[in-house]
């Protein structure tokens, strides 16, 4: 059957079977890199970069390179059915790798993976592969590289030139049918690249609402103790999610010792003793206002007996809490004012509403003129 392929409909993708040696500096090591190779369908415009291993990350990160190359995505990528695109195919549907198909939503596009043992499914990048190995390969065959970099540079230089290549058959060349028919039909790249997300899965949540990734604690939502979570992460993020549905999310340093807790997610009972903290109650004083928080500093530096002053500041977030924070900073500024600084008093204050009271001036009287009154002048020399 001839396939007749439309412009940024599919992209064909695989490994080439020969490998390049490339000498580990200052080491007895060698590693044979991975050669990728992805074709479009209508243009045959070629890409070619080298990897380390067949690994879901060299996976990932060869597509990305590709998309990047191409300046755009296809709405189809077929590929082999290599573990880290296919899992497992099955009577009635295929398992695809979570990671390489969490990738190419990234990019909207999607897999379709040819059929086992159908090459043909897939005759472009086959025929991209030989071409390679005879235009690229061949050339390097005596080369000695150090650096994957140094090997992925002197492969675009080689694909520049074999895509810049007229057909021997069809006017023009790879280049210049991509250029002119296809990019345009292909869909814009995001504005994000792609970042490779590794998974935990079954972490079991701890007593404490918190579970251990990396040597440090991150929290989820207390009603999910005893669970078992599924953990995603980056260089950056850590997400939780329970059922398939995400539950948490924290930023992800790397680094070991640490706890990072959400307030959210401890049961009322903690965050009660948590918001007692002096600490917390600076800190929400300062989100109240300033007459609030000179009421709670005083309480909390400044007094003598400060362990008084822990439990006058605790009265003092429950009394905003009952009247609200803004009658709260209002009463406070009143009662600074007047020098007041007591719970009692401050009690007082919002219960009979004293700071809401209109100010009154003391009314000045003059004396009655009377002729015994006798006025500045009399002291006068």
């Keep these: 059957m001839r396939r007749v392929h439309t412009p940024g409909d599919k992209l064909f993708v695989d490994f080439a079977g020969r490998t390049v040696p490339v000498n580990i500096p200052h080491t007895q090591n060698v590693i044979h890199a991975q050669i990728f190779v992805s074709v479009l369908g209508f243009s ?86 030989k071409i390679i190995q005879r235009f690229m390969l061949f050339k390097l065959r005596d080369r000695v590289f150090f650096d994957i970099d140094e090997l992925n540079k002197e492969l675009r230089n080689l694909c520049d030139q074999l895509n810049a290549h007229p057909f021997k058959k069809l006017p023009g060349s790879r280049s210049k049918w991509f250029e002119e028919r296809e990019k345009m039909k292909l ?48 260089s950056k993020t850590l997400e939780v999610f329970f059922n398939g549905r995400r539950v948490a999310l924290h930023s992800f340093q790397g680094e070991a010792g640490l706890i990072q807790t959400l307030d959210e997610h401890r049961p009322v009972a903690h965050q009660r003793v948590v918001e007692g903290e002096p600490a917390d109650l600076l800190q929400w004083a300062d989100s109240v206002g300033a007459n609030a928080k000179r009421m709670i500093v005083h309480h909390l530096e400044d007094r003598n007996d400060l362990t008084n002053g822990l439990r006058t500041a605790q009265r003092l977030r429950e009394l905003a809490r009952k009247y609200g924070e803004e009658r709260f900073e209002h009463a406070c500024g009143y009662a600074l004012t007047v020098n007041i600084k007591t719970l009692r008093n401050m009690e007082s204050i919002l219960k009979n509403k004293t700071d809401l009271r209109p100010a009154t001036t003391p009314a000045t009287t003059s004396p009655e003129e009377h002729e015994n009154l006798r006025g500045g002048d009399y002291f006068e020399d």
């Design 44 to 129: 045959n415009y070629t890409f070619v970069y080298a990897v380390p291993d067949q690994t879901i990350a060299s996976w990932v990160e060869c597509h990305v390179k590709c998309f990047e190359y191409m300046e755009g995505v296809p709405k189809w990528v077929v590929s082999d059915n290599l573990k880290a695109a296919v899992i497992r195919r099955e009577r009635d549907r295929i398992v695809i790798n979570p990671t390489y198909r969490e990738c190419l939503t990234h990019y909207d596009s999607a897999p379709r993976p040819a059929r086992s043992r159908r090459p043909k499914d897939k005759g472009k990048v086959e025929v991209g592969v």
């Design 187 to 234: 869909r814009p790249l995001p504005v994000k690249a792609f970042e490779l997300c590794e998974w935990r899965y079954q972490v079991r949540v701890n007593v404490d609402y918190h579970l251990e990734h990396g040597g440090s604690y991150y929290s989820v939502p207390s009603h999910l103790i005893g669970n078992r979570v599924d953990l995603r992460y980056d």
